[in-house]
Structure formats: C-alpha cells, structure tokens
C-alpha cells in the first residue's frame, strides 16, 4: 500500500471529523439557540414549555435556520439595490 493511499484516507477521515463537528456546531448550537431566542420573542416566552423535548429541538433548529437564511437573503438583496 502506497503511502500517498493511506495519506488520502487519513485526509479523508479527518475532513469528515471536522465536516460532522462544523455541522453539529452550526445546527445544535447556533440555529438552536436563534430559533429558541426568536421563539421565545414571538410567542412572549410561551414556547417552548419548560420540558423541552426532542421535537422542540428540531422545531428551534429549523426556525433558527429559517431566520439566518431569510437574514442572508434579506442582506444579499439589500446590497443589490444600494
């Protein structure tokens, strides 16, 4: 086994590693914690209830996904047109 091969598997394995890590940093912690905080702002801190269930994560997860893609756009198209 040439040493370029075990080099690209190695390469592979860490870019992998580092790609699941930058994932879950982006949607468990970032788009959780923007979903929660405009949730919370929209509803009058009623939601989520206080037992958080997985549900809840999912659903803070994809609003704070929601919000930070309708932001990029929002900023993308502003600067278009000034």
């Known amino acids: 086994m040439p040493a370029d091969e075990i ?3 190695a390469a592979r394995f860490i870019g992998r590693v580092l790609w699941e ?3 879950h940093l982006v949607l468990e912690i970032v788009c959780y914690a923007v979903g ?3 949730l919370r702002t ?6 989520p209830a206080a037992p958080f269930t997985e549900r809840d994560s999912q659903i803070c997860q994809f609003v ?5 893609v309708a932001l990029f756009v929002s900023f993308v198209v502003y600067k278009q047109s000034a």
């Open 21 to 23: 890590v930058f994932v």
């Open 42 to 47: 929209v509803s009058f801190n009623r939601y």
């Open 64 to 68: 704070g996904l929601a919000v930070l």
């Open 36 to 38: 929660l905080v405009f």
């Open 7 to 9: 080099a690209e598997g």
